[in-house]
């Protein structure tokens, strides 16, 4: 059986299933392996997990730890309440106009932090007079209809991982932002922030940067250096403001206090960096890489709930899913008429019932003829995410905004 246990429930001669922590703040080569001596249990405890799964059949056992299918329960029911909160308005547009400005926008994106990237690696100063314009259309995007933009964020090669994920960070944090209903001109400093957040990478070697497989201890040491060499660049930036700073300066921050550089905690975070760490540990967990399969966009914010009792602000992390939905625009999920679809808007009155596109019926096993579903109205409903690749289709096809 697959249980949760707490860390300091952990044994020699326990079997972890699942470390339950996000991928990048760990440097085990599998996250599932035997507890076998003293210096196993003691790199465990040192990752700063606070819970973590066990299977009993493999090891030992922790009687009264709750099953995993009982902690699931606690999950679904904290997102059936997050469903049904309301968000801010968003003003009326043409979904097809903002679909067309929205690809062009991405487009435009991934150039200017690859040149901007590449300036730094030369050793150039960032100059915010290119940014700027960018960031204000990616609010001004996200304000007029977030559903245009955010289902782009999943398209991302493995040769532009490290350029998207700072535009997706940049576009999901102003999402979360304005959520908060922070003011327009706070939003925009976040926006910054979020998109020159990893621009220390800059200064990692490549060959690190961008290696096939698990990294060594001092290539570990090397990639979250990365950090404190965003905020020297920042800090060296005529005109950054404070917000923006504080966003990459802390994205790696944990609300327990175990995250890095400065192991800060609670309210030692900005508001910001708290932000930040939630955007950005979902952008990674969902993102393809070479050594790395990105998850379902429900299945992480489900383990992003798990993560907030200890590493995230929980109203932040419940803000957060309101923010892009329960079932994100552009995630396929499964129907009880047994077929799948593709996420094309988010209702907002019910955020476990958004507009869909039929596209496979999973009894013949073959696509349909393409159809809109507004589950709102219908008796039909979403039984589970499911997995693109697990189906062999590709999402750039039936993504919204790519249509």
């Known amino acids: 059986m697959i249980k949760l246990i707490r860390i ?35 790199r465990v405890r040192a990752i700063g997990v606070r819970e973590l799964y066990i299977d009993t059949a493999r090891g030992g056992d922790v009687a ?15 997102l059936d309440r997050i469903a049904t909160t309301r968000p801010t308005e968003e003003l009326a547009i043409s979904p097809e106009a903002e679909r067309y400005r929205a690809r062009r926008l991405h487009g435009e994106a991934r150039r200017i932090v690859r040149d901007m990237m590449g300036d730094v690696r ?54 979360f932002a304005r959520t908060l209903e922070l003011p327009r001109e706070v939003i925009h400093e976040i926006s910054i922030g979020a998109l020159l957040h990893d621009v220390g990478k800059a200064k990692v070697p490549e060959d690190i940067l961008n290696k096939p497989g698990k990294l060594t201890d001092a290539e570990f040491d090397a990639m979250k250096s990365h950090v404190v060499q965003s905020k020297i660049i920042l800090q060296n930036t005529p005109g950054i403001s404070e917000i923006a700073l504080a966003v990459a300066a802390q994205h ?22 708290q932000m930040a760490a939630i955007v950005d540990v979902y952008d990674a967990i969902t993102s393809n890489r070479v050594y790395h399969q990105g998850m379902p966009p429900t299945l992480a914010l489900r383990k992003l709930l798990e993560w907030s009792k200890f590493h995230f602000a929980p109203k932040l992390v419940h803000a957060f899913i309101r923010s892009i939905g329960i079932y994100p625009t552009g995630s396929l999920v499964s129907l009880q008429s047994k ?34 579903l507004n589950l709102a109205d219908s008796s039909d409903a979403i039984v589970e995410h499911e997995d693109f690749a697990q189906w062999q289709i590709d999402p750039a096809r039936w993504i919204p905004a790519t249509a």
Request: charged share 25%.
């Open 252 to 273: 790696h921050e944990r609300f327990d206090g175990t995250g890095y550089p400065n192991r800060l905690a609670g309210d030692g975070i900005s508001l910001y960096g």
């Open 122 to 175: 030369l050793g150039k100063q960032i100059e915010l007079e290119k940014i700027e314009p960018l960031v204000e259309n990616i609010v001004a995007s996200i304000f007029r209809k977030s559903d245009a933009l955010l289902p782009l964020l999943h398209l991302k090669d493995h040769d532009d991982y490290t350029f998207m994920h700072s535009v997706s960070v940049c576009a999901l944090m102003t999402s």
């Open 339 to 372: 077929a799948l679809a593709v996420v094309q808007e988010q209702n907002p009155d019910n955020l476990l019932k958004p507009r869909v596109l039929v596209i496979f019926d999973l009894q013949q096993r073959c696509y349909t003829t393409p159809r809109e």
């Open 64 to 78: 009264d730890a709750p099953s995993a299918d009982e902690a699931a329960r606690e999950v679904d029911a904290t």
């Open 8 to 42: 300091e429930q952990l044994a020699r001669g326990m079997f972890i299933h699942d470390l339950n922590c996000d991928w990048i703040d760990h440097d085990f080569v599998l996250s599932r392996f035997l507890v076998k001596d003293a210096a196993t249990l003691a």
